[in-house]
């Protein structure tokens, strides 16, 4: 009698925890954000979202291809990379960019390093800070939410043929616009013009913004969800938004003239979509809990230092990559504690000791 | 539980909640009949081997020793049942090698009754004879351990010993021996303990018992005795709280530092099984011949926790417990988390064999599904490692054959096993498996 005895290594059970459904949660938990943004901008909306996560997806094929690495897509993370890029453009940005934007994210951001597992910085944001550089204007061209005739007819720019520039839109835009509409984001206003928006602009998805960062609401439930079911570390959104209110409300109280009103720096702009799906990303954020307190900190920090400092009216993309960038030095001066180990109090974390080196 | 795990401090940081799947609790222990042929390795402790006492054809009687010690970190081989020494030769063992063994034939018609015995005045016993009684006894840690029980109570003067800690926890999923043993035998337990801590000169003893086994709890502090040196704390149920080190942690809200052992925080921790049988065996004056075993998993005909003789081969465990297909199965010696898997049905239950689990083949993890992920750094290990480890570092080190690093850097020393990391990790790097074969080889390295 053949023995067909399996063989395996302890342990013998399984929490059934697995990429494919970590990552599947975060689609489903990103497709009512999506929906929100094709309420609001329609069909252009829309294609954006399917643009880039059909090219993200279709590079990751490729890419794994290449590499000889299994060509499954059913980990989802492309999906994922896909959707969060979209949700991280202007509405009106031309759909033949958008496809750049996605490629780019997967060949330099993920493909270069490694695949899944490997990548330093969050694919989206690679693809994303790539467009800004290589586009300039139409990355900074914005539309009215909840125009007119949204659900029939694209945006202009959105159909531009590739490697064309867009057609101006202002004209457009001139025809569609609810009044005060200006064309710029909140941010940008309060930046240039000293305007602050008001709290129920942002709320409401009436702000002008790109498409998946105009509810805060929304974003913070879809990340709870995701928070509950364990799939989510909820100390880094956490961090990031409690240090971002910190330093603003710092700045406010030293100048009310000069800097706006903490609720102001958390509404505005992408930092609650970034704090809460790409700051959480977890391929390119810390694992030990210390780490990631201090990761998210530096985030939210560095997103107020960027906007009230620097040329840019928008800082979480860039601060996120510093993160992502620092992540592994945060892992390695921030060990847990081992068991039995004195206890040495923060000053014992930061104690780089290789204590006996063979 | 996640977000607020840190609002209870009254067990270990850290560690996993496994689905418990304990549903042999409830029935008591059964006997399982003498198989006609046993295996009896003379390595079934940590330690040197002992030393065969009989040669084949010698005719030997149910608890008569077959076996001597050979040295300290050594016990005796006690005959399972009444029969003729068949052979000693090389025989499978669970871990693979082929191994010196005594095989015995039994005699089917024979009663059975154990005649070799002396009891003795245990009070009238120092405690450096007790020791002496203990390790001829034959007894070893019988949670999985297998370390020779006089050894372990054998304390250096240097350091004196405040609390003998009763493990109680059965903190792994499936097994209920020690569950059953607590429930039917307090009173050889309290008689264990007694011993223990004059052996070890504890002045008290607290027994550990997790919130999912209260009706042992009980069961023992009915049997408490009056002068209150011996207590009963429950814990909440944790995986690996069995575990000497968080066991302490848990009950003293003391850490064993790295490297050291419990007799250095004042403490000496013993299994209930261990000391109930010690209780049971001492004042008899008898070897240890059987032990409780838990045989379950999905698809037993009859599972239950069985008083099974030392020596009994695998296949006629399972033969008699409903396995009829054992061979197309997954057989484990131990708990789910810890156990041995076994390539050989001919393995004998030995002394350290708590649990028989049978698993189903998963054809669902055969081919596609079992595809490992490479590491995507969701630090669930990092939060679940109960010795405060790295293992998403250790496991990176380890696939670039970084050993070296892991023990100096990143205290694989400290890793204890308990296959937490893998078993939440969600790309399926078997990264408990990792650590052991970089502990091997590290061992291997340092000679």
Known sequence: MTSRIELRAAPHVSKGASVERIMFNVVVALLPICAFAVVQYGLSALALIVTTTLTCMASERLFNRLAGRPAALSDWSAAITGLLLALTLPPAFPLWMAAVAGFVAIALGKALFGGIGYNVFNPALVGRAFVQAAFPAAITTWVPAYYDGRFTAFIPTTLTAPLMTPPNLSEWVGRHAVDGFTGATPMARWKFENQIAEVGDFLSGMATASVGETSAPLILICGLFLAVRGFLDWRIPVAVLGSAMLLALVFHLADPGRYPPPVFVLLSGGLVLGAVFMATDMATSPVTPLGVWLYGALIGALTVVIRYFGGLTEGVMYAILIGNALAPLLDQLTPPRVFGQARGGLRDHFRRKPETRP | ?447
């Open chain 2, 1 to 447: 539980m996640t977000f607020l795990s840190f609002l209870r401090n009254n067990s270990f940081a850290r560690g996993v909640h496994p689905d418990a799947r304990k549903s042999t609790a409830g029935s008591p222990i059964r006997r399982m009949p003498f198989a006609s042929r046993m295996t009896l390795p003379l390595a079934q402790h940590i330690g040197t081997p002992a030393v065969p006492l009989v040669r084949a054809g010698e005719e030997v009687v149910r608890g008569q020793p077959i076996a001597r010690a050979d040295g300290h970190l050594s016990v005796p081989i006690h005959a399972p049942a009444d029969g003729v020494i068949e052979a000693i030769e090389l025989k499978p063992s669970a871990r693979g090698p082929w191994v010196e063994s005594i095989v015995l034939r039994v005699y089917e018609a024979s009663t059975q009754e154990i005649r070799w015995a002396e009891p003795r005045d245990l009070e009238a016993l120092s405690p450096a004879e007790l020791l002496r009684a203990i390790q001829d006894s034959g007894m070893v840690g019988l949670g999985g351990a297998t370390f020779p029980s006089h050894a372990k109570l054998s304390v250096p003067e240097s350091h004196p010993i405040h609390t003998l800690i009763v493990n109680g926890c059965e903190c792994e999923p499936y097994l209920t021996c020690d569950h059953r043993l607590m429930l039917e035998y307090p009173a050889d337990l309290m008689v264990g303990i007694r011993l223990a801590m004059r052996a070890i000169g504890a002045s008290r003893a607290i027994i550990g018992v997790e919130d999912n086994k209260l009706d042992a709890a009980a069961a023992m502090r009915a049997q408490l005795p009056a002068d209150g040196d011996i207590t009963v704390r429950v814990v909440p149920t944790k995986y690996p709280q069995g575990a000497e080190k968080m066991l302490i942690k848990a009950l003293l809200d003391v850490e064993v530092p790295p490297g050291k052992l419990p007799m250095h925080v004042g403490v000496v921790v013993n299994n209930v099984g261990t000391l109930t049988q010690l209780g049971q065996l001492l004042p008899a004056g008898q070897g240890l011949t059987e032990r409780v075993v838990t045989v379950a998993g999905p698809g037993i005909g009859k599972p239950g926790d069985y008083w099974v003789p030392i020596g009994t081969p695998m296949r006629t465990v399972l033969g008699w417990a409903g396995v009829p297909d054992a061979d197309a199965r997954e057989i484990v010696l131990g708990g789910p988390m810890m156990g041995l898997a076994v390539a050989s049905l001919d393995v004998p239950v030995t002394k350290g064999v708590s649990g028989i689990l049978v698993f189903d083949p998963r054809p669902e993890e055969s081919a596609a599904g079992r595809r490992e992920y490479p590491c995507i750094k969701c630090g669930e290990c990092v939060r679940v490692c109960p010795m405060g480890l790295n293992p998403s570092m250790l496991g990176m080190l380890a696939a670039h054959r970084e050993y070296d690093r892991m023990g100096a850097e990143f205290h694989l020393g400290e890793c204890f096993e308990c296959g937490c990391c893998a078993y939440v990790c969600p790309s399926r790097i078997p990264l408990t498996q990792q650590f052991r074969a970089a502990k091997g080889i590290l061992r291997r390295r340092a000679g």
